[in-house]
Nanobody, 122 residues
Framework: QVQLVESGGGSVQAGGSLRLSCAAS??????MGWFRQAPGKEREFVAA????????YYADSVKGRFTISRDNTKNTGYLEMNSLKPEDTAVYFC?????????????????WGQGTQVTVSS
């Protein structure tokens, strides 16, 4: 199994920045993704990265503002969020896919973190 623990959430004003972290442990996985879910909305894909190659993929809504990365030495993934907007407000989850590549569907991910709240005020 894979254990994932998110951290770094908080409250910021529009235009601000946050960096989310996802510490992973357990078995090897191929892909780490970030998803978010706002109240009353479905969970949506944000970004993904191949753990082996570092190849990245982003939702159109965050391209140019968010950057996904990983530090294999620390076995930790990151989501750098810049130019935050109120519509970015959501609970953010990291997830591990054992076999996928650039997956953006929730069903492709095998393990999930507990989530961390991000609130952006105008």
């Amino acid at each position: 199994q894979v254990q994932l623990v998110e951290s770094g959430g908080g409250s910021v004003q529009a235009g601000g920045s946050l960096r989310l972290s996802c510490a992973a442990s357990g078995r090897t996985f191929s892909n780490m993704g970030w998803f978010r879910q706002a109240p009353g909305k479905e969970r949506e894909f944000v970004a993904a990265i191949s753990w082996t190659w570092g190849d990245t993929y982003y939702a159109d809504s965050v391209k140019g503002r968010f950057t996904i990365s990983r530090d294999n030495t620390k076995n930790t993934g990151y989501l750098e969020m810049n130019s935050l907007k109120p519509e970015d407000t959501a609970v953010y989850f990291c997830a591990a896919d054992l076999t996928g590549w650039r997956s953006r569907a929730t069903y492709e991910y095998d393990y999930w973190g507990q989530g961390t709240q991000v609130t952006v005020s105008s």
